[in-house]
């Protein structure tokens, strides 16, 4: 009998290039460039040594001198604060910004719809500027304001820039919005508002907690804005480890980041998980 | 049928910019019709439905619902309600709580709205999905789904808006059955828009055909097919032969029509109210034209209601298209003309065995054709 001849191998397509070598090797690459740095961070925040450029051995010494740190602790609550808040405020505005822009039609339209894009293309350099000459010779945003207020116009400043994120967001969620719902909720008895938060509202939910969580990472680590617009009183997170590296950087700053990576890290994952379980209607 | 009418449009108008979508429509549904509003995409059918709901308003004229005015009154005050045509069931809650919503908003009490939620899933035959998500479910299932949430509220009249285009063929036919079924034992009127003629011959107790935002005839689905009373119904419902021809003789119990198209004369056993002379157009239906064999060279037979000569023309097969139930026949007139003849498929086979190429006899009865004078 004969040998049943295999047909020959097809030539692999652009999909197929992920089991070759040279691509593997690609993509070791990519990921060792991505996250060794990260990963040095995290290593050298358990060094003992406080050069911190040799492995010295194993100590959580810096953790807990992190953790008594008063000023690091103060900082970091105040970026916490300001996060939450300008997510709060951003998530809001932002969600009215693209209702308005899907559900309406006015004039200048397109001008606001530029406009909006504007915080997001900018260079952040001058928005920061801006702000400074905004909060310290237009609007002068009093300093002796007790906690929180005064964290009022780095919180102001926040929302300004990511809520332009929030809207453009929900704006294409919305884009995938069947008006037939909307309508049939008006046709079962509803009000415009009762449609508006039993219909409309819940299908905006994945893009609300996609915009909420760009604009809480966004305000986390923003530097440079912040440093325009924080006071002696109002430091974050951010401008207190650039404070700290400006003298040397010791395992202090690699253990205050990693703190840092680890809870932004799990707010996303939380986050996700709880978009995640939203998720499954959008087949509809 | 001599009900009550429930909705009634008084010379409504609707623009969309220069588009005139419904035009001066005034149109009269009885209590407990199943009404059809056909016509092809774009006519106007669909926007006259949403102006029923309220979810588009007339420029000019009135709508009264059971003898109310409602062309002001917002969609969530009206006594109707609309499946819609993607069924548009809140993919976030469970069909339950879909079914439930109209009752919910009305503020309906608790305690009432489950036993209600379960008989109106029984109606729709979804006992027990209750529980489950729309993802879920088939789009026959999210359509009833969308019934059931409609019919809960007890709607004066229940609008459909193309329920069956977006299901496979089979189902389309059993949503018909039962469509028309549950109509018979709610009573409830239903008002449906279809481009799909079949559909509203099938279901419809009554139909309007319109065309470009006019009103072109309403009748029952019989009347339409038969008496059309334009070339654009004729066509438009059913498949049809129609040649232009001019009145020669118009008696009371007779009259003839020569048509160019045509090597024969039309002979009609009725009198057609139309000026001698005037041109006219003759509308065949394919299954009323019979198909016999052709020696090459014989004398035409004669058909026993019509003159010699008459209502009997020569032709050619030249396409055979089989339908199953029936094959349609493609018949080139000795003038050129094409004429479509269908035949039922009595036996398993051809017994006359026709192909392509045949010489063919076609005749009809004096009372087949329909005379369109527009």
């Not at chain 1, 449609?195 to 305000?219: E, K, N, Q, W, Y």
């Not at chain 2, 066509?235 to 048509?259: K, M, T, W, Y």
């Not at chain 2, 026709?354 to 063919?360: I, L």
Request: glycine content about 8%; hydrophobic content about 45%.
């Amino acid at each position: 009998m004969a040998e049943t001849q295999r047909p020959p191998r097809p030539k692999p397509g652009p999909l197929d290039y992920l089991a070759r070598w040279p691509l593997r090797l690609w993509v070791a690459g990519t990921v060792v460039f991505l996250y060794a740095p990260l990963a040095t961070l995290m290593v050298f925040s358990f060094n003992n040594s406080r050069r911190n450029i040799v492995w010295r051995g194993f100590t959580l010494d810096y953790y807990a001198q992190v953790l008594q740190d008063e000023s690091l602790q103060h900082a970091f609550v105040n970026s916490l604060t300001i996060a939450l808040v300008s997510t709060v405020l951003s998530v809001i505005l932002g969600a009215a910004t693209a209702l308005l822009l899907w559900r309406f039609r006015f004039p200048f339209k397109p001008g606001l719809e530029g406009a909006l894009s504007i915080p997001i293309v900018v260079p952040e350099i001058c928005m920061g500027v801006a702000f400074l000459v905004f909060f310290t010779k237009v609007v002068p945003w009093p300093t002796a304001l007790p906690w929180p207020l005064n964290l009022g116009a780095i919180i102001i400043a926040h929302v300004s820039f990511s809520f332009s994120f929030v809207a453009s967001v929900v704006r294409a969620r919305l884009a995938s919005f069947n008006r037939e719902m909307e309508e049939a909720a008006r046709d079962l008895g509803a009000s415009e508002w009762r449609t508006l938060m039993d219909i409309i509202v819940p299908h905006m939910r994945p893009g609300l907690f996609a915009g909420g969580l760009l604009a809480f990472t966004l305000s986390l680590d923003d530097f440079v804005i912040t440093f325009f617009t924080s006071g002696p009183d109002t430091i974050t997170f951010p401008v207190k480890v650039y404070s700290m590296i400006r003298f040397s950087v010791t395992p202090e700053v690699n253990a205050a980041s990693t703190l840092l990576i680890v809870i932004t890290v799990a707010l996303t994952a939380i986050a996700l998980r709880l978009q995640g379980s939203d998720a499954g209607h959008d087949a509809l | 049928m001599t009900g009550r009418a429930i909705i009634t449009f008084e010379n409504v108008t609707k623009r969309y910019g220069r588009v005139v979508a419904v035009d001066n429509v005034s149109l009269s549904i009885d209590e407990g019709e199943f009404f059809a509003l056909l016509g092809p995409s774009g006519c106007g059918k669909t926007t006259l439905l949403r102006m029923v709901a309220g979810l588009e308003t007339p420029d000019d004229g009135r709508i009264l619902i059971d003898g109310q005015d409602v062309t002001q009154v917002p969609p969530n005050r009206r006594p109707v309600n609309m499946v819609f045509q993607s069924y548009a069931v809140f993919p976030h809650m469970t069909v339950a709580a879909n079914v439930a919503y109209g009752l919910k908003v009305e503020g309906v009490a608790e305690a009432e709205i489950a036993p209600r939620v379960e008989q109106a899933l029984k109606l729709v035959k979804l006992d027990g999905y209750g529980a489950r998500k729309p993802d879920q479910l088939s789009g026959g299932q999210r359509q009833r789904v969308a019934l059931a949430r409609a019919l809960i509220k007890k709607p004066r009249v229940l609008l459909l808006d193309e329920p069956l285009s977006a299901l496979d063929a089979k189902l389309r036919e059993q949503m018909r059955f039962e469509l028309t079924q549950l109509q018979d034992q709610i009573g409830v009127t239903f008002l449906i828009v279809t481009h799909d003629q079949d559909e509203a011959l099938a279901m419809a107790s009554r139909c309007a055909v319109m065309n470009k935002g006019l009103l072109q005839q309403v009748g029952s689905p019989s009347d339409l097919y038969e008496f059309p009373n334009s070339r654009f119904v004729a066509d438009f419902i059913g498949q049809v032969n129609i040649f232009e021809g001019r009145l020669d003789i118009d008696a009371p119990d007779h009259a003839v029509i020569s048509c160019p198209g045509l090597p024969t004369p039309v002979y009609l056993d009725h009198g057609v109210t139309g000026a001698t002379g005037a041109t006219v157009w003759v509308a065949l239906r394919p299954e009323k034209i019979e198909l016999s064999g052709r020696k090459p060279g014989s004398e035409p037979p004669k058909m026993e209601d019509a003159p010699q000569g008459a209502n009997i023309v020569a032709g050619e097969v030249r396409h055979i298209v089989y339908l199953g139930s029936e094959s349609l026949f493609e018949v080139e007139l000795d003038g050129g003309a094409r004429v479509k003849a269908l035949r039922t498929n009595l036996t398993r086979w051809d017994q006359e065995d026709f192909a392509v190429g045949q010489p063919v006899w076609l005749a009809w009865h004096a009372c087949s054709p329909a005379i369109l004078l527009n």
